[in-house]
């Protein structure tokens, strides 16, 4: 079992960025394949990025492709966010997972943190 802890989310307008930080804890961290879930009011939670053990290989949802990235650092049990040119539509909860999936729905990932939310205004 891996605990993970978010952080850097907040209120940002559009055109803005932000870092979200998931630290986790665990011997296992870098054996887990990591994703950041979001989910908007009234809306399902979806992928929008995910990063294999190694960092060798990424998925993006279509929704953020060139505007998101994914990184890993094994060494610090920490998994990020980057988030540019944020858009209105971006505002949501942000939620880091660990699984051992390379799928792309919540019931996949067995772990999960509490969530850290973000607020893009127009």
């Known amino acids: 079992q891996v605990q993970l802890v978010e952080s850097g989310g907040g209120l940002v307008q559009a055109g803005g960025s932000l870092r979200l930080s998931c630290a986790a804890s665990?011997?296992?961290?870098?054996?887990?394949?990591m994703g950041w879930f979001r989910q908007a009011p009234g809306k399902e939670r979806e992928l929008a990025a995910a990063?294999?053990?190694?960092?060798?290989?990424?998925y993006y949802a279509d929704s953020v492709k060139g505007r998101f990235t994914i990184s890993r650092d094994n060494a610090k049990n920490t998994v990020y966010l980057q988030m540019n040119s944020l858009k209105p539509e971006d505002t949501a909860v942000y939620y880091c997972?660990?699984?051992?999936?390379?799928?792309?729905?919540?019931?996949?990932?067995?772990?999960w943190g509490q969530g850290t939310q973000v607020t893009v205004s127009s």
């Open positions: 990063i294999s053990w190694s960092g060798g290989r990424t």
């Open positions: 665990g011997r296992t961290f870098s054996t887990y394949r």
């Open positions: 997972a660990a699984g051992e999936t390379t799928g792309t729905f919540p019931g996949e990932y067995k772990d």
